[in-house]
């Protein structure tokens, strides 16, 4: 670790969770975990950080689920934002922000950054009305736009719903999808022009390299390019259709598009608020170093869309470096709200014997980062307990004798561990697999008298400075049966201070059968 790192200022970013369901472990697994371990990371050696995000309150999605639940889209995305806050806090996820872009402390600011940003967009003649052809049903009326368009991906061939692709990241327009149907019964599909925003840098190998410069993996580079070389440097700023944010800009048939970025423009201003100041962590001025986290189910709109958009700004630039997991399988197949498919985090984390800090270990060892995996739930089961019988058989021993003073060549080796660990969750990568396996190494480190007062303080440090960033509750609490203060620091690891443990008994193994009775199976899985 540089001291320039230990002093710089993080911004995360993970993808705003759309309200139209509760967070299942795909999502929990993928750019929340990565955030939270990433910023815990961070705090332990020193870095200021503010994690943010919110609800996706205007993707189309809501529509859907509005739809099914009888409510209005309001209804639906003021209980599930409240109920995904819950999800984030059973998986012990901490946020400095949690925005809901309807409630009035948010609502006019926020609509104010989307329509700044086209009105500087429009006067520098980058951002123009295009009038696009787009599908309407002949019975309903109603643009077959977004959630409500089916069809096959113009990348791969495979099915898709709405303006990308879960399987090879795609993204892309309503003309461009092969074989267009609505979701919905109501007519055949009749072609239409409207009017929207786009805006068009025109510089395909210019927004590759703002990107490259992230150091983004050539596997998602390659997404982008051939993102732009299909569809070209176009980035919409307007859509069809009555949900979303109305505005003076657009007609009345017509929304501004509450794009990823323009989200991420409007948490960054959040940001300097919570800190006193002025501005945005995303101007071009700005010492704040920005990472965005999100799925390669979104990579179109995270890898794509914030660099042509900010490539047309005078005031904003793109994200410092770009944290791309792939998706998670369950049982064989991809966990999905739609389909009902996957656990759900509440319901395993309230209705089971496994804590968030457990959920969190399990999802920690799937290298997502690398590539698609799947979870099984004898699996699941196996890394609960593997951390129960390691916090049973060697922390609680080594607590029992830990003395007051440290063992200085162990105590080194933990520090140089906790710098290994360090390069793996670093803002620009972000490599949980590689983390969380150096923690189970100390932990299983067979060269430790646990039995010696000083080795097993030190071993035990090592573990909590090692376990932050993955099980922080864990963590924590070892650190306090320590005798320090506050929350695991590198920086306090060298204090010398009487233990004070409580007595904690062995927990019985977890059972197959109680995360089974939890389990969804969609009616597609394989």
């Given at each position: 670790?540089s001291?320039?790192?230990?002093?710089?200022?993080?911004l995360l970013?993970?993808m705003?969770?759309?309200?139209?369901?509760?967070?299942?472990?795909?999502?929990?697994?993928?750019?929340?975990?990565?955030?939270?371990?990433?910023?815990?990371?961070?705090r332990r050696?020193?870095s200021?950080?503010?994690?943010?995000?919110?609800?996706?309150?205007?993707?189309?999605?809501?529509?859907?689920?509005a739809?099914?639940?009888?409510?209005?889209?309001?209804?639906?995305?003021?209980?599930?934002?409240?109920?995904?806050?819950?999800?984030?806090?059973n998986?012990n996820?901490?946020?400095?922000?949690?925005?809901?872009?309807l409630?009035?402390d948010?609502a006019?600011?926020?609509r104010h950054?989307h329509?700044?940003?086209?009105?500087e967009?429009?006067?520098?003649?980058?951002?123009?009305l295009?009038?696009?052809r787009v599908p309407?049903?002949?019975a309903?009326g109603?643009?077959?736009?977004?959630v409500?368009?089916?069809?096959?991906?113009?990348?791969?061939?495979?099915d898709?719903?709405?303006?990308?692709?879960?399987r090879?990241?795609a993204?892309?327009?309503?003309?461009?999808?092969l074989?267009?149907r609505?979701?919905?019964?109501?007519?055949?599909?009749?072609?239409?022009?409207?009017?929207?925003?786009?805006?068009?840098?025109?510089?395909?190998?210019?927004?590759?390299?703002?990107?490259?410069?992230?150091?983004?993996?050539?596997?998602?580079?390659?997404?982008?390019?051939?993102?732009?070389?299909?569809s070209?440097?176009?980035?919409?700023?307007?859509?069809p259709?009555?949900?979303?944010?109305?505005?003076?800009?657009?007609?009345?048939r017509c929304?501004?598009?509450?794009?990823?970025?323009?989200?991420?423009?409007?948490?960054?201003q959040?940001?300097?608020?919570?800190?006193?100041?002025?501005?945005?962590?995303?101007?071009?001025?700005?010492?704040?170093?920005?990472?965005?986290?999100?799925?390669?189910?979104?990579?179109?709109?995270?890898l794509v869309?914030?660099?042509?958009?900010s490539?047309?700004?005078?005031?904003?630039?793109g994200?410092?470096?770009?944290?791309?997991n792939h998706?998670?399988?369950?049982?064989?197949?991809?966990?999905?709200t739609?389909?009902r498919?996957g656990?759900?985090?509440?319901?395993?984390i309230?209705?089971?014997?496994?804590?968030?800090?457990?959920?969190?270990?399990?999802?920690?060892?799937?290298?997502?980062?690398?590539?698609?995996?799947?979870?099984?739930?004898a699996?699941?089961?196996r890394?609960?307990?593997?951390?129960r019988?390691l916090?049973?058989?060697?922390?609680?021993?080594?607590?029992?004798?830990?003395g007051?003073?440290?063992?200085?060549?162990?105590?080194?080796?933990?520090?140089t561990?906790?710098?290994?660990q360090?390069?793996q969750?670093?803002?620009s990568?972000?490599?949980?697999?590689?983390?969380?396996?150096?923690?189970?190494?100390?932990?299983e480190?067979?060269?430790?008298?646990?039995?010696?007062?000083?080795?097993?303080?030190?071993?035990?440090?090592?573990?909590?400075l090692?376990?932050?960033?993955?099980?922080?509750?864990?963590?924590?609490r070892?650190?306090?049966?320590?005798g320090?203060?506050g929350?695991?620091?590198t920086?306090?690891?060298?204090?010398?201070?009487?233990?004070?443990p409580?007595?904690v008994?062995?927990?019985?193994?977890?059972?197959?059968?109680?995360v089974?009775?939890?389990?969804?199976?969609?009616?597609?899985?394989?």
């Amino acid at each position: 670790m540089s001291t320039g790192e230990s002093t710089r200022r993080h911004l995360l970013l993970p993808m705003q969770p759309t309200p139209n369901g509760r967070m299942h472990i795909g999502h929990a697994a993928g750019p929340y975990l990565r955030a939270d371990a990433l910023a815990r990371r961070l705090r332990r050696d020193g870095s200021q950080v503010q994690v943010i995000t919110g609800t996706d309150v205007y993707e189309n999605w809501i529509l859907v689920e509005a739809l099914q639940s009888n409510e209005t889209p309001e209804q639906t995305c003021t209980r599930l934002h409240g109920l995904i806050a819950q999800d984030l806090a059973n998986l012990n996820v901490d946020l400095d922000a949690w925005i809901n872009p309807l409630t009035p402390d948010h609502a006019g600011a926020y609509r104010h950054i989307h329509e700044q940003l086209v009105e500087e967009l429009r006067r520098a003649g980058t951002a123009k009305l295009v009038a696009e052809r787009v599908p309407r049903s002949a019975a309903s009326g109603r643009y077959v736009v977004g959630v409500w368009i089916l069809g096959r991906c113009p990348e791969c061939g495979s099915d898709v719903a709405g303006n990308s692709c879960v399987r090879c990241g795609a993204g892309f327009q309503p003309a461009e999808i092969l074989e267009p149907r609505s979701r919905l019964d109501e007519g055949e599909l009749r072609w239409t022009h409207e009017d929207s925003w786009f805006v068009d840098p025109g510089n395909t190998e210019s927004i590759l390299a703002n990107l490259a410069e992230t150091g983004l993996d050539d596997e998602f580079l390659s997404i982008a390019r051939r993102h732009l070389h299909r569809s070209g440097t176009s980035v919409r700023l307007s859509q069809p259709g009555d949900w979303g944010l109305r505005s003076p800009l657009v007609s009345e048939r017509c929304v501004l598009t509450n794009t990823f970025y323009s989200y991420c423009l409007y948490c960054a201003q959040v940001s300097t608020a919570i800190r006193g100041e002025e501005g945005n962590d995303l101007d071009r001025d700005s010492a704040t170093h920005v990472v965005a986290l999100f799925g390669k189910d979104n990579a179109g709109i995270g890898l794509v869309a914030p660099y042509v958009i900010s490539s047309c700004s005078d005031r904003y630039r793109g994200f410092d470096t770009l944290a791309v997991n792939h998706l998670l399988s369950f049982e064989g197949s991809k966990c999905s709200t739609s389909k009902r498919h996957g656990i759900w985090v509440s319901e395993l984390i309230e209705g089971s014997s496994i804590t968030g800090d457990e959920l969190r270990y399990c999802l920690s060892h799937l290298p997502l980062e690398d590539e698609l995996c799947s979870l099984a739930m004898a699996e699941l089961v196996r890394h609960v307990n593997r951390l129960r019988d390691l916090d049973a058989n060697r922390v609680q021993t080594a607590l029992a004798t830990a003395g007051a003073e440290h063992a200085p060549a162990l105590l080194d080796a933990a520090i140089t561990q906790t710098e290994r660990q360090a390069e793996q969750l670093d803002p620009s990568h972000v490599r949980m697999t590689e983390a969380t396996t150096i923690l189970d190494r100390w932990l299983e480190r067979p060269d430790v008298d646990l039995a010696s007062a000083a080795q097993a303080r030190s071993w035990l440090t090592g573990v909590t400075l090692l376990a932050a960033p993955v099980t922080p509750v864990f963590a924590g609490r070892v650190w306090t049966e320590l005798g320090l203060r506050g929350s695991p620091r590198t920086a306090a690891a060298r204090q010398t201070s009487p233990t004070t443990p409580e007595r904690v008994g062995p927990r019985p193994h977890a059972q197959l059968s109680e995360v089974a009775a939890l389990a969804h199976i969609g009616s597609d899985a394989a």
